[in-house]
């Protein structure tokens, strides 16, 4: 009788977590123009809201404290082409951090504190569209990554049994030679 | 959220965590007896997979933990059948981490043992009527137990303890009811068909 049930309890917890998603926060940001866009999510989808959003300087400087909205998304203008670090932490200890490199802000913004120097507009424009164009894709790919796959899921689950079973080996041994 | 980040927790916590867990764990293994094997495996992977159904709750999502389970029909050998399981939540879904692993294996077995401890305690074999009820009760202790754990932790980490504690006890309320009710029919089934594996007289 009960171990029918417990297969069958397996059986349906497995089936009930079939799109399953891992229970980890994760940050993702990109760069359209001056203007970063970051998005906190649950893997699996789910937009993180009310989050803090720290944003420093590669040296730690604070920069800005972002707090992101319904659908996890906070909002900032780089002043400066430097690397900003993004550090987001929900109130229940998820964290999770992301460095977007000074590279991938327009190459107009001065590199520290000064006048900023008069690079193409156009330029600049194509790149932001580009990054626009392209940021369905590397969130995507970012989320993809990180979704706790079926195969992982039955993988761990052999694993278990196996490691079980290796334990019961051991024992029967242990027990024909005494 | 039962499974605490890497790199949040002072390292005097995390070698506290490790310490208490691993002795946890092996004194449960002991109760690990060669006709045991399978049901801890079971449970194991029940566990496992367990922790990957979810449902929204509040500002985040949480998910199903079913220590109390554990705790009440394995006893001490919960506790290999966790850290088991947690090993490879974090390998595989990155759940928790590793260096974390004790911290996170200790929030979880105690509370499991305190069921199994109580359960023994109040429902005795000549009252095995109210074996559903009140492992439904303790299996919601043990989730709330849970949470009040990792709440201290964060505290001991720097966060504020009645803004960490409400929100971690907040979205553990949803969890509780559908652990308690997920184990007081489990009990209820094991009660009447293999007493035994509560540690009753078959």
């Known amino acids: 009788m009960i171990r029918p049930l417990a297969l069958a309890l397996i059986l349906i917890l497995i089936l009930a977590a079939s799109p399953a998603q891992a229970h980890r926060m ?8 001056a203007e970063m866009v970051a998005r906190a999510y649950f893997v699996g989808g789910e937009p993180a809201q009310g989050i803090d959003i720290q944003v420093t300087a590669a040296d730690g400087a604070p920069i800005a404290l972002l707090k992101t909205d319904p659908a996890g998304q906070a ?7 430097q690397d900003h670090l993004f550090l987001a932490e929900s109130q229940d200890g998820h964290t999770a951090h992301l460095r977007l490199s000074a590279d991938q802000l327009p190459p107009h913004l001065a590199a520290a504190p000064g006048p900023v120097s008069a690079a193409g507009p156009d330029l600049d424009r194509i790149e932001a569209a580009l990054a626009r164009q392209v940021r369905p894709l590397k969130e995507q790919i970012d989320q993809l990554e990180s979704r706790a796959r079926l195969s992982d899921l039955i993988g761990g689950v052999g694993m278990i049994f196996g490691l079980f ?9 242990r027990e024909t030679k005494s | 959220m039962a499974h605490l980040p890497d790199g949040l927790l002072p390292p005097i916590l995390l070698a506290g965590g490790g310490a208490a867990s691993a002795a946890a764990v092996l004194w449960g293994m002991r109760a ?5 094997v399978p049901q801890v495996a079971v449970l194991s992977a029940v566990f496992f997979t367990a922790a990957l159904i979810h449902f929204p709750a509040g500002l985040g999502s949480v998910h199903l933990i079913l220590n109390g389970l554990m705790g009440l029909v394995l006893g001490p050998a919960a506790a290999p059948a966790i850290l088991v399981a947690l090993v490879l939540q974090a390998v595989l879904f990155g759940f928790g981490g590793l260096l974390v692993l004790g911290i996170n294996a200790a929030n979880m077995i105690f509370p499991a043992l305190t069921a199994w401890l109580l359960f023994k305690r109040l429902c005795p074999p000549h009252q095995a009527a109210r074996a559903p009820l009140v492992a439904g009760l303790l299996a919601a202790l043990a989730v709330f137990l849970t949470s009040l754990l990792v709440a201290a932790c964060l505290a001991l980490a720097g966060r504020e303890f009645l803004a960490s504690a409400a929100v971690v006890l907040g979205t553990a309320i949803p969890v509780m009811v559908i652990e308690g009710f997920f184990t007081a029919a489990a009990v209820g089934v094991i009660a009447r068909t293999r007493p035994q594996l509560l540690g009753w007289p078959s």
């Open chain 1, 26 to 33: 994760k940050l993702f940001v990109s760069a359209e123009g």
């Open chain 1, 75 to 81: 909002r900032l203008t780089a002043a400066l082409r």
């Open chain 1, 165 to 173: 079973g290796l334990w019961a080996w051991k024992q029967s041994r």
């Open chain 2, 32 to 36: 690990v007896t060669p006709d045991r």
